[in-house]
């Protein structure tokens, strides 16, 4: 072949690669940046009440399936409720039922269900950081009550 084919085909060969890594961040600032804008409206999410104190609800039976997580601390999400009815997965991933942008939140953090007695389970699903139920660490599924506090990353809910 001759020099002049071999640098054409040089050339191509630099411009597919451009090409290629200029894709590749093109999805990762993606997925960076959709997570943040599921922050703003989570799936689920309903306002919580502030009339009724949580001393004034009446308290939940095992029969009851109307179990929620409300935050009580976090950035953005502060005061919404989210229902747990057969799953509720948290995360960073936009693949979770509720996405955190929080860097201590893994990207498939805590997976809450609601087990055989009707109660929720949570579950922590291999995060770095930990899942924390009334600030013990979540190592094997734990049943959860009215009024525990789960800490994921920054963010506190209280099961309700």
């Known amino acids: 072949m001759s020099e002049a084919v071999l640098t054409l085909l040089k050339w191509c ?23 943040a804008r599921r922050v703003a409206t989570p799936t689920g999410a309903v306002p919580a009440t502030t009339t009724t104190s949580p001393a004034a609800r009446p308290p939940k039976t095992s029969s009851d399936h109307a179990w929620a997580l409300e935050v009580v601390e976090g950035d953005t999400i502060a005061g919404s409720l989210h229902p747990v009815h057969d799953e509720l997965t948290i995360g960073r991933s936009a693949g ?65």
């Open 13 to 35: 060969v630099l411009v597919l690669l451009y090409l290629f890594f200029l894709r590749v961040m093109q999805v990762t600032w993606a997925s960076l940046r959709a997570p």
């Open 96 to 160: 979770c039922h509720l996405t955190l942008d929080d860097t201590y939140v893994s990207q498939f953090h805590v997976r809450i269900t609601i087990g055989g007695d009707h109660r929720p389970v949570v579950e922590d699903l291999g995060s770095t950081n930990g899942t924390y139920l009334n600030r013990q660490r979540v190592s094997s599924p734990v049943i959860a009550n009215v009024g525990d506090r789960l800490q994921v990353g920054s963010t506190v809910f209280v099961v309700r």
